[in-house]
């Protein structure tokens, strides 16, 4: 059981320094938005961490696909939508081709909370960009992340944010009160663990696993001071 117990060490440690590593990349990603000259050879490497906040721009996709701002933005929204998709079909083929155990819940909840709470930041910037505008000395305002979209004068504008408040109810407000429902049954969770059913816990590591038993709801503030 040592090597077992070990081994689940590590994985735990690795899941958690990325999750931190990746936030933090996040974090600075985000200085890339303020108008600051950057010198060389930092603005490059603040332009590049641009790509973690979906932003597919940074990598030339629009160029190369030919696609405009608003088939751009549906992209860049979708990208949670893969990973939930991948997720299921890579276990499903590990169950019914591989002949693999797999508890599908558990390891569903755990992987994808684990990989969406690395995101979150990416996520609720990509769901607000429309909201965010800065004002002309005319009076009028364009987006920031797409100076040529005029806001709040419908047309292109009008489909952004109706893009930006569906895809917030699909992905990062789902996203949130799974993690509320997490922190309000954690008690629950840790009695049923004591009668030998860890199955709850264990799909849940991901808001646990990084704070003492005292603190299980941190993550909950973790999240929000991420905003």
């Given at each position: 059981?040592?090597e077992q117990?070990?081994?689940?060490m590590s994985?735990m440690?690795l899941?958690?320094?990325?999750t931190i590593?990746?936030?933090t990349?996040?974090?600075?990603s985000?200085?890339g938005?303020l108008?600051?000259n950057w010198?060389k050879?930092?603005?490059?490497l603040?332009l590049?961490l641009?790509?973690?906040?979906?932003?597919?721009?940074v990598l030339?996709?629009g160029c190369s696909?030919?696609a405009?701002a608003?088939?751009?933005?549906?992209?860049?929204q979708?990208?949670p939508?893969?990973i939930?998709?991948i997720?299921?079909v890579v276990?499903a083929v590990?169950k019914?081709?591989l002949k693999?155990?797999?508890d599908?819940?558990?390891?569903?909840?755990n992987?994808m909370?684990?990989?969406?709470?690395a995101?979150?930041?990416?996520m609720?910037?990509?769901?607000?960009?429309?909201?965010?505008?800065?004002q002309?000395?005319a009076?009028s305002e364009?987006?920031?992340?797409?100076p040529?979209?005029m806001?709040?004068?419908?047309g292109?504008h009008?489909?952004?944010?109706?893009?930006?408040i569906?895809?917030f109810?699909?992905?990062?407000?789902p996203?949130?009160?799974?993690?509320?429902?997490?922190?309000?049954r954690y008690s629950?969770f840790?009695?049923e663990?004591?009668t030998?059913?860890?199955?709850?816990?264990?799909a849940?590591?991901?808001?646990f696993y990084?704070?003492?038993n005292k603190?299980?709801f941190?993550n909950?503030?973790?999240m929000l001071?991420?905003?």
């Amino acid at each position: 059981n040592r090597e077992q117990i070990t081994g689940r060490m590590s994985i735990m440690s690795l899941g958690l320094v990325s999750t931190i590593f990746i936030s933090t990349l996040q974090t600075l990603s985000m200085f890339g938005r303020l108008s600051v000259n950057w010198f060389k050879p930092l603005d490059a490497l603040v332009l590049s961490l641009d790509v973690l906040q979906f932003n597919p721009e940074v990598l030339r996709v629009g160029c190369s696909l030919q696609a405009d701002a608003k088939l751009m933005y549906m992209g860049r929204q979708l990208i949670p939508m893969l990973i939930v998709v991948i997720i299921p079909v890579v276990l499903a083929v590990k169950k019914f081709s591989l002949k693999m155990p797999v508890d599908f819940y558990f390891i569903i909840t755990n992987t994808m909370g684990t990989i969406f709470s690395a995101l979150f930041i990416a996520m609720i910037n990509s769901s607000f960009a429309p909201f965010v505008c800065y004002q002309h000395p005319a009076g009028s305002e364009s987006m920031l992340s797409d100076p040529s979209v005029m806001c709040w004068e419908g047309g292109d504008h009008a489909f952004w944010v109706g893009v930006s408040i569906l895809t917030f109810f699909i992905f990062p407000l789902p996203f949130a009160a799974l993690i509320g429902y997490g922190i309000a049954r954690y008690s629950n969770f840790v009695k049923e663990a004591a009668t030998g059913n860890n199955r709850h816990l264990l799909a849940f590591r991901f808001l646990f696993y990084r704070f003492e038993n005292k603190a299980y709801f941190y993550n909950c503030i973790f999240m929000l001071r991420s905003l």
